[in-house]
């Protein structure tokens, strides 16, 4: 098959023939019908998670349809429309008999354990476990869009740090996983104040159903969001992971509040961002953070889109063809472009 392979890190992926997945008697052949590009992706291209052996083919925000299942699988035929959760379980560890399988102590992630969807076809395993069905409600560039930032702050929001109709929410950093957590904040009827340094990611925050938009250049912007909620924010979410907009978010909440972290901390930062610890401890604040949702909990999030409630499909800018992915990964690096960029053309 035709697939972007990752050969060497920070280089241009490069379009070639790559063998065809090979069916396992648990896994099933999806044939990919759309593939959100993600910064996961680009962490992984500069070359941030070594780990990963290289020829690789990168894509773990993926829908399709199955094409071919192995003898042990019971609950998906081909020609099923499926999307593909990117955190998986391995069904037999503590969290996954506690129904917490995105935190499996073997998680797997699609494209990143195995080969992903920046190909036609991928092979899924154990996949009466780790693939959820796509009502006919919800087309596959949607479910795409949904595939890990969008469902990552749905998790977060709604089963991690419960938003509350009528609360006050800020988000820090404007990104694909930011502008998810803006639609889904509102969505559950609280009030959403999103900040970020760049003026298109504003506007469409802003186009999202944002109430305030705020520059993240201005001074003190923790104050400023302490003084237009009167007294802080319920609910404060850092989308980015650096320590600068994580400070700002804890010290935009009231007392009692709650912050939700779901950006990682950057490279340079090893994973390690610094936390204003006193303010948490002197206003009694909760901080949370979200990986991923377990299939399960998809019903709950493909009913809401089927219904319009939710529509993960407006935070798509861009849809691209194999050849463009590689472009996509490079304006990444420079923060250029808003939203989400959607592979659909192989
Ligand atoms: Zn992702
Ligand atoms: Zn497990």
Redesign the pocket.
């Known amino acids: 098959m035709r697939a972007a392979v990752l050969e060497s890190f920070g280089q241009p992926l490069v379009i070639r023939e790559y063998p065809d997945p090979l069916l396992t008697p648990d896994g099933v052949i999806v044939k990919v019908e759309a593939n ?1 590009i ?4 680009w962490h992984a291209w500069v070359g941030d998670w070594r780990w990963l052996s290289l020829p690789h083919v990168l894509g ?2 993926l829908s399709g349809v199955v094409e071919e299942a192995g003898s042990e699988v019971t609950q998906f035929r081909p020609g099923d429309r499926v999307i593909v959760p ?1 955190t998986q379980g391995d069904g037999t560890c503590p969290a996954c008999q506690q129904g917490h399988q995105n935190v499996c102590e073997h998680v797997t992630m699609p494209g990143f354990s195995y080969s992903g969807g920046m190909a036609p076809w991928v092979h899924i395993p154990h996949a009466d476990r780790n693939l959820v069905s796509l009502p006919n409600t919800v087309s596959f560039q949607d479910a795409a869009a949904l ?3 969008y469902m990552t702050a749905f998790h977060g929001l709604v089963d991690q740090i419960k938003v509350q109709a009528g609360e006050q929410v800020v988000i820090y950093g404007a990104g694909g996983v930011g502008l998810s957590a803006v639609q889904i904040a509102k969505a559950q009827g609280a009030s959403v104040i999103a900040v970020d340094i760049a003026e298109d990611k504003l506007s469409l925050a802003k186009r999202l159903g944002a109430d305030v938009v705020v520059d993240g250049r201005a001074s003190d912007v923790a104050r400023a969001v302490r003084e237009m909620t009167h007294g802080g924010a319920d609910v404060s979410v850092d989308a980015l992971g650096r320590a600068s907009t994580i400070k700002a978010a804890i010290h935009s909440l009231r007392n009692r509040g709650r912050h939700l972290q779901i950006g990682l901390a950057s490279p340079e930062d090893r994973g390690v961002s610094a936390f204003p610890v006193d303010v948490i401890v002197q206003h009694e604040l909760l901080v949370m953070g979200t990986f991923g949702m377990q299939p399960h909990r998809y019903g709950d999030l493909l009913r809401m889109v089927g219904k319009g409630q939710l529509n993960p499909g407006a935070l798509v800018t861009a849809t691209v063809s194999l050849d463009q992915v590689s472009c996509v990964l490079e304006d990444m690096g420079a923060y250029r472009g808003a939203g989400v960029t959607v592979l659909t053309q192989w």
Do not use: L, V, Y
Request: aromatic share 10%.
């Open positions: 959100g993600c910064r996961s992706d773990h925000e990117f595939g890990c930032r």
